[in-house]
């Protein structure tokens, strides 16, 4: 007997809606150490260490080093990649390929790793700027926020910036000024470089990139940063465009 075309239908959109992840996409994202080397869900195209190295030490030009930076920040900047807050054309596919697990396993997994070592010795000075900011033109000591030495509070909101590419920082203070990105807090970071100028900003980018990473400290936890407590969140049930709602330097 033929089924009637109402129930074929029927099963046909049940079917169709039925996300639940299949047994390869399991064994792909099954913790975050395979979602970085296979991708997860997304293939191979979203493997993290394509860009990040093996060690997630990070290109040494335009992609960052992960290694040894709060589980906290790195699931929350996934989060904003993931619902638009920080665009980018890369980050935002592989993010979205990921669910909320995914992104959490694969923030504590690249916390977990040791930071590398910096190769170029830290002898000059840190910059004026960088240290003491200017009043007078509106610009925040980076000190105040990210430590005299670029290792941050250990906490989600104000990370390590130190031993990052030179071209990664001159960029985000970049998207920072157009207002590309805006995952700040209260506008905090688009309000504290709007004024620097050119040269200032490469001072900051290069003096940072010499200076040694070292690991989060156990208090920069996942489950112990504010960050997370927003992250964790369904992406919908945020709101996106109001800067104040997210951190993230």
């Given at each position: 007997m033929r089924a009637p075309l109402s129930a074929l239908?029927?099963?046909?959109?049940?079917?169709a809606c039925d996300s639940t992840p299949g047994q390869t996409d399991r064994a792909f994202t099954a913790d975050g150490q395979i979602i970085a080397m296979s991708g997860?869900?997304?293939?191979?195209?979203?493997?993290?260490?394509?860009?990040?190295?093996?060690?997630g030490g990070g290109d040494g030009v335009a992609a960052p080093r992960l290694a040894g930076l709060d589980a906290g920040y790195l699931q929350k900047q996934m989060e904003d990649y993931a619902s638009g807050l920080r665009p980018d054309d890369a980050m935002t596919r592989i993010a979205?390929?990921?669910?909320?697990?995914?992104?959490?396993?694969?923030?504590?997994?690249?916390?977990?790793?040791?930071?590398?070592?910096?190769?170029?010795?830290?002898?000059?000075?840190?910059?004026?700027?960088y240290l003491q900011g200017d009043a007078s033109r509106g610009i925040v000591a980076c000190a105040s926020c990210h430590g005299a030495d670029g290792q941050g509070s250990g906490q989600g909101g104000n990370p390590q910036i130190a031993g990052q590419p030179v071209a990664y920082t001159l960029e985000?203070?970049?998207?920072?000024?157009?207002?590309?990105?805006?995952?700040?807090?209260?506008?905090v970071m688009a309000a504290a470089v709007k004024s620097l100028s050119d040269?200032?900003?490469?001072?900051?980018?290069?003096?940072?990139?010499?200076?040694?990473a070292s690991p989060?400290?156990?208090?920069?936890?996942?489950?112990?940063?504010?960050s997370v407590d927003a992250a964790?969140?369904?992406?919908?049930?945020?709101e996106t465009r109001r800067p104040y709602r997210s951190d993230g330097a």
């Open positions: 239908l029927l099963l046909t959109g049940l079917a997860g869900a997304g293939g191979a195209a979203n493997a993290c260490f394509t860009c990040h190295g093996l060690d979205k390929a990921l669910d909320q697990k995914g992104r959490r396993e694969v923030a504590a997994y690249y916390a977990s790793l040791p930071a590398p070592q910096t190769q170029m010795p830290a002898t000059a000075p840190a910059p004026t700027i985000q203070i970049g998207r920072w000024k157009s207002g590309e990105r805006r995952n700040d807090p209260r506008g040269p200032e900003a490469r001072a900051i980018a290069s003096w940072l990139s010499t200076q040694p989060a400290p156990a208090s920069a936890a996942a489950t112990g940063s504010a964790a969140r369904p992406a919908a049930s945020r």
